[in-house]
């Protein structure tokens, strides 16, 4: 069984920091790739930043130039979100890919207040 496990959600005014960490544990040693997706109240599941071992990154349009995606080894990834907007206010997913699917941990929320 494979789980990944956020952390690092919480409350935060426009224009401040957060960082989210996620980790992978069970019977896997490592994904095609790994990130972070989000999903506000009323809108579809989208593409925050995700990362490849080889460290190739594609990140979603609306946060390019304000969060970094990085990783420490093949199983944990963190993600620096700076200027946050309140439009920005979402839970945050954690996945992993591997060509027979995704894996999702439970969603961390972030909340940017204006």
């Known amino acids: 069984q494979v789980q990944l496990v956020e952390s690092g959600g919480g409350l935060v005014q426009a224009g401040g920091s957060l960082r989210l960490s996620c980790a992978a544990s069970?019977?896997?040693?490592?994904?095609?790739?790994m990130g972070w997706y989000r999903q506000a109240p009323g809108k579809q599941r989208e593409l925050v930043a995700l990362?490849?071992?080889?460290?190739?990154i594609r990140y979603g349009e609306s946060v390019k130039g304000r969060f970094t995606i990085s990783r420490d080894n093949a199983k944990r990834v963190f993600l620096q979100m700076n200027s946050l907007k309140p439009e920005d206010t979402a839970v945050y997913y954690c996945?992993?890919?591997?060509?027979?699917?995704?894996?999702w941990g439970q969603g961390t929320q972030v909340t940017v207040s204006s």
């Open positions: 996945n992993g890919k591997i060509p027979a699917g995704d894996y």
């Open positions: 069970g019977k896997i040693s490592s994904f095609n790739a």
């Open positions: 990362i490849t071992p080889g460290g190739h």
